[in-house]
């Protein structure tokens, strides 16, 4: 198949048209390194037009990974949410994953042991993990690996965050409420409330 014509196009992209009306989007590298020009004679079109897709989104998933660390999953949906054909997007996050920048085990255990530390409960850092693409095994390893004491982080977090607000009219039931929708059990919430509620008027006396 021969081309007719070259164009270029926005983003050092060049509109290559072909003798049957077909036009290939490729990068303009992809050009120059095959030395295409009207009429020279492409054997597989096709070929050429993943070569420069895989090149463009090789290039995008590192600019993606230089703004924010993300897993396999979330990687390959920015990438087709950019226009790349599946196999490119697949083909680019594997070879991330070969020069190790992505890593989901790795990216697991940081993100877990940080929420962990902000007092997030094992159910919301479950969810939040899930949420970035993490599979579900590799977050219930982790969860089942930890061995901190959820009574204690509840305890925390209360004298941390929530002290003040027991304080308001209804602050008492608004505070069990919220920290039950952070994934504490009922029975860690009720105990540690009633512990701090306890020292407070201990304190007092």
Same mark, same amino acid.
């Given at each position: ?15 290559? $048209? ?5 036009? &290939? ?5 992809? #050009?120059?390194?095959? @030395? ?12 050429? #037009? ?5 090149? !463009?989104?090789?290039? !995008? ?41 992505? @890593? ?6 940081? &993100? ?5 530390? $902000?007092?997030?409960?094992? +159910? ?14 590799? #977050? +219930? ?11 204690? +982080?509840?305890? @925390? ?49």
């Amino acid at each position: 198949m021969k081309i007719v014509s070259l164009k270029d196009r926005r983003k050092s992209l060049t509109a290559v $048209t072909l003798e049957d009306g077909r036009e &290939l989007l490729l990068d303009s590298e992809t #050009v120059v390194i095959n @030395n295409l020009a009207p009429g020279v004679h492409l054997d597989d079109p096709d070929a050429l #037009v993943y070569e420069s897709d895989l090149k !463009r989104a090789k290039s !995008r998933a590192l600019w993606y990974l230089s703004r924010s660390d993300l897993s396999e999953k979330k990687l390959k949906e920015k990438l087709t949410q950019g226009g790349f054909k599946p196999k490119a997007c697949e083909a680019a996050v594997l070879r991330m994953k070969e020069l190790g920048l992505i @890593n989901d085990e790795r990216l697991a255990e940081r &993100l877990y042991e940080y929420l962990s530390s $902000t007092g997030a409960s094992k +159910k919301e850092i479950i969810y939040k993990l899930q949420n970035k693409g993490i599979p579900y095994q590799t #977050v +219930k390893y982790l969860a089942e690996e930890d061995t901190s004491d959820e009574s204690e +982080k509840v305890k @925390n977090l209360i004298e941390t965050k929530y002290a003040s607000k027991l304080k308001d009219e209804g602050g008492v039931q608004k505070v069990f409420a919220a920290l039950l929708r952070k994934g504490y059990s009922y029975s860690d919430v009720r105990s540690a409330l009633n512990a701090y509620l306890d020292e407070q008027i201990e304190e007092e006396f």
